[in-house]
């Protein structure tokens, strides 16, 4: 699993923003549309649930040869057998939870500083998520960092990352010039009309 | 660990309810109180606050040599080392998560029906709390299935269980009377003016 190549086009399906395509509907498009990893963020359902659509989008994205990764609930991620967990800033830490990790899981943590970059490189992350690039529709207390807090952590921690928040067509090309190894996604993609086509041409901007 | 003795008087502090006592104030009463089993239960808060709370409020159990039981989020439950988790019919089924306890792990499974229970008895549940006994303050889901059915399911499922909704001094006897081992309680106890007051006193109604 090359991380850095895995982490160019991140998607992350999303209930209000995609609606009214469900969770998997919207996760066929974006493999449809190239997309090199996937992220079930759901912080309204039961664990139950959670399940059953985590399992639903690791046999979509399977096919695909594509990695799921669940976003805070570890043990969600443990029961599906996906194939990581992304950790935010108010999740639990990664030092606590490095003993329950299967043999090459993939864990990304949300960083926002140097520090906290440093800190993800020295717990063992996969991976950090750096953000918000910019203005965001989807997170509600996601402050923007910019993308010079960006380039400032990707020139002093060697890890592979991802800028997150407010990416879109228009600023994707900038975005990628701070260094990152790729863009994760939410509204420009799963929030256009045509998904699929959405993704298609972010990879081709990407590329 | 006899699971039997453990569920006699199982008591769940809770934020609102509790309030203006803090979540481990409430905790250190009720161990003072006589109460035999903690759960810690709180939907609100982030993984990484969850864990600070339940590494806390398990070094009060500890001194006290009470269990303390995590409802619902396994991750939190292994990476504090609670001595189990409680898993609601809306959490991730027991058989998704058998293979990740740890030997000896506490796991409760909530109980509704004859069925449910037994197939918390066939997967392994270590007891069952069924719900809810009387109409309750305290979940606002939660339906009413009233002592028949607890008697119901103590009579057809032989599993260590306790009866949990709505318990107070006035029917615990009754409660008790079901077969159940002992009893969950929330707004009773933690609730109170004198949280310890009120957790010895049930003590002495349920012996
Ligand atoms: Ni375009």
Avoid: W
Avoid at 137 to 150: F, P, Q, T
Avoid at 163 to 170: R, S, T, V
Avoid at 173 to 201: D, F, L, Q, Y
């Amino acid at each position: 699993m090359n991380i850095r190549h895995m982490l160019k086009l991140y998607v992350i399906p999303d209930r209000q923003i995609g609606a009214p395509r469900t969770l998997l509907e919207q996760t066929e498009e974006v493999l449809k549309g190239g997309a090199t990893v996937i992220q079930l963020r759901d912080k309204q359902s039961g664990g139950r649930e959670l399940l059953e659509t985590a399992l639903a989008m690791k046999r979509l994205c399977y096919d695909y040869n594509v990695p799921l990764i669940i976003n805070d609930r570890l043990d969600v991620a443990l029961a599906a057998q996906a194939d990581g967990v992304h950790l935010g800033q108010k999740d639990l830490p990664l030092e606590a939870v490095r003993p329950f990790l299967p043999r090459g899981f993939i864990v990304g943590v949300s960083a926002h500083t140097v520090d906290q970059a440093r800190i993800a490189l020295k717990s063992g992350a996969s991976y950090i998520g750096i953000g918000a690039a910019f203005p965001t529709g989807s997170k509600e207390d996601a402050h923007v960092v910019g993308l010079s807090r960006i380039r400032e952590i990707m020139e002093a921690v060697p890890i592979p990352a991802v800028a997150i928040g407010g990416i879109n067509e228009e600023n994707v090309a900038e975005a990628m010039k701070t260094g990152v190894n790729g863009v994760a996604v939410i509204s420009a993609i799963v929030g256009a009309p045509h998904i699929k086509k959405a993704a298609r041409h972010f990879l081709s901007l990407i590329s």
